[in-house]
């Protein structure tokens, strides 16, 4: 009897253990949120605030467009100069002899802080309107072909 009794001892010790071992102990998950692929933003071609003159600067206005549900922040924005045969200046048809090589672009950093583009709405894109301050500068050596003349300025956000 007592060999029956230790062989049962034995059998139930060796199913804990075994079942110990199958069962393991608890596991925890993590939750991870995970966010749709970014899309980018965009922005409206940019136009001098005010009338270019041969030795000043004047400010760039854009709107940025956020498809995202979320806020994107924006670093900075610079002049696009990445697409070969689109030129990062523009002027209008009455002046094509004026000579876009007389502008220059100085990269704005909103003092340090960038920028944040809100979120998209429901079906409505996150905007935001800016204003780059003596942003855009006409050499004084400016053609006289540049009189009166009206351009347009293809930014891009620089991070």
């Known amino acids: 009897m007592l060999t029956t009794l230790l062989?049962?001892?034995a059998l139930a010790?060796?199913?804990?253990?075994?079942?110990?071992?199958?069962?393991g102990a608890?596991?925890?998950?993590?939750a991870t949120t995970v966010l749709p692929d970014p899309q980018p933003i965009t922005f409206s071609v940019g136009v001098p605030a005010a009338e270019l003159s041969p030795?000043?600067?004047?400010?760039?206005?854009?709107?940025?467009?956020?498809?995202?549900?979320?806020?994107?922040?924006?670093?900075?924005?610079s002049l696009d100069t990445d697409h070969p045969g689109i030129p990062p200046f523009i002027v209008d048809a009455a002046h094509e002899l004026c000579d876009v090589g007389a502008l220059s672009f100085s990269t704005?950093?909103?003092?340090g802080g960038g920028w944040n583009v809100?979120?998209?709405v429901d079906e409505h894109d996150g905007m935001l309107s800016l204003d780059l301050?003596?942003?855009?500068?006409?050499?004084?050596?400016?053609a006289d072909a540049c009189q009166g003349a009206s351009f347009t300025v293809r930014l891009v956000a620089a991070n």
């Open 7 to 9: 062989a049962v001892a």
């Open 13 to 23: 010790a060796l199913a804990a253990g075994a079942f110990a071992y199958w069962s």
């Open 26 to 30: 608890p596991s925890t998950t993590t």
């Open 55 to 77: 030795g000043h600067t004047a400010g760039v206005s854009i709107v940025a467009h956020n498809p995202n549900s979320y806020f994107v922040h924006v670093s900075a924005m």
């Open 108 to 111: 704005q950093t909103n003092g």
């Open 118 to 120: 809100p979120a998209k």
């Open 133 to 142: 301050s003596s942003a855009i500068t006409m050499s004084a050596d400016a």
